[in-house]
């Protein structure tokens, strides 16, 4: 993980997150929510979830392990994730 993203809070996490999530699924930001779901909530398709997989690892600069990320259901749940890995 990049030192910028080992300082930063759940908030800061969040944003960036979500930043990400709103260019790649081009969806309004006040959209998207720490409980939002990928596939129900945001109509994300199988394709879309890689991509994004693949853009958290880039803007985070960590690898996110598949088994981990195929429990991804809500934003909440790749924060967390996120947070987790800092410590």
Known sequence: MNEECLFMDQSEIFKK????ISE???KK???ITMES???EDLGADSLDIYELLYL???AFDDKIPENEASEFETIGDVVAFIEKKKD
């Open 17 to 20: 997150v979500r930043s990400i």
């Open 24 to 26: 790649q699924l081009d």
């Open 29 to 31: 930001e006040d959209e």
């Open 37 to 39: 779901r990928f596939v």
């Open 56 to 58: 958290l690892e880039e």
